[in-house]
């Protein structure tokens, strides 16, 4: 399975394909089918009618949450601005590079101390631990791999996710110093000798 992983909330129920409408109770049904994990966005009707019954019984079954769907907004254009921790969040667990493990785990705590992420599971895979995140605005979940971090390695974190708020994963680079135009010694022209007076005439 994948370490992390964005998993969208879908638009329409995926038994009967009707669109959500706002405001409209949802159940979200997460499997793990490997390589990845799977979700399932159902209506109400639909989840008490084929899966309520036998949801905990299907294979690879991880979890099981209800929600409430929110029509997106629309998006505003913005002005470009310093990264969030979230969308550096998002950045990370789509680049899915292990180099940014720590910071994506360090950025997702960050954003359940602020509520902006719910933990909805727990669950241990090959020996590591991984928390499942929902973004409740959105409904996107997240699985996010415990990178199991060590104190003397939590200064460089820090100092990593600060760089990643300030600059995103594209830093500037670094600006080069001009070198020194070097001084290219001028020769001294030479003094003309003075001109020779005409004799005086006799």
């Not at 100092?159 to 001009?178: F, K, S």
Request: charged letters at 25%; aromatic letters at 6%.
């Amino acid at each position: 399975m994948n370490e992390w992983n964005i998993q969208s909330r879908a638009h329409a129920c995926e038994a009967c394909a009707q669109p959500f409408t706002d405001r409209q109770p949802y159940h979200t049904l997460l499997l793990e089918l490997v390589p990845e994990l799977r979700r399932s966005d159902i209506c109400d009707p639909c989840w008490s009618k084929q899966f309520a019954s036998e949801a905990r019984m299907r294979s690879g079954f991880i979890s099981h949450w209800q929600g409430i769907y929110e029509v997106p907004p629309a998006q505003p254009v913005e002005a470009i601005q310093k990264e969030t921790a979230e969308t550096v969040l998002r950045q990370l667990v789509e680049k899915n590079d292990p180099r940014y493990a720590p910071a994506a785990f360090i950025l997702a705590v960050m954003l359940e101390r602020k509520r902006l992420l719910k933990v909805k599971e727990q669950i241990t895979r090959d020996g590591k631990r991984i928390f499942i995140y929902e973004q409740p605005k959105t409904g996107d979940v997240f699985a996010i791999a415990d990178p199991e971090l060590h104190l003397n390695q939590l200064e460089q974190v820090q100092q990593d996710v600060a760089q990643l708020l300030e600059h995103g994963l594209n830093p500037p680079a670094p600006a080069m110093e001009t070198p020194a135009t070097p001084e290219i010694p001028v020769a001294e022209s030479e003094t003309p000798p003075p001109a020779e007076e005409p004799a005086p005439a006799n």
